[in-house]
Nanobody, 125 residues
Framework: VQLQASGGGLVQAGGSLRLSCAVS????????MGWFRQAPGKEREFVAA????????YYADSVKGRFTISRDSAKNTVYLQMNSLKPEDTAVYYC???????????????????WGQGTLVTVSS
């Protein structure tokens, strides 16, 4: 699959942004989809994931209660609604996808075969 992320930008702390990830290509390649982020000088970290058909969602503790991942099957798009943003949320956000799902395997970069180009989110204090 091909992934095109968008929606990043500059926002003040406490504000909101919604990231979108348009999915193209074979549908079997998007069984599991998610978002990772990478801040300057830090390792890439898991943010959220969703099983496309079942709709189960998973979140990193750092974003639980503030971020919501969802998908629109008609538009072949995955969203990440980010509320109550903090300066520490500043990072490049990557949309990811994989053609398989195994219980408990969704929070490591190796769990995903397809990666989008990233979109920058900057949260000012």
């Amino acid at each position: 699959v091909q992934l095109q992320a968008s929606g990043g930008g500059l926002v003040q702390a406490g504000g909101s942004l919604r990231l979108s990830c348009a999915v193209s290509g074979r549908s079997f390649g998007r069984v599991l989809m998610g978002w990772f982020r990478q801040a300057p000088g830090k390792e890439r970290e898991f943010v959220a994931a969703i099983r496309w058909t079942a709709g189960n969602t998973y979140y990193a503790d750092s974003v639980k209660g503030r971020f919501t991942i969802s998908r629109d099957s008609a538009k072949n798009t995955v969203y990440l609604q980010m509320n109550s943003l903090k300066p520490e949320d500043t990072a490049v956000y990557y949309c990811v996808a994989d053609s398989t799902y195994s219980p408990g395997r969704y929070s490591y970069p190796r769990d995903y075969h397809s990666w989008g180009q990233g979109t920058l989110v900057t949260v000012s204090s």
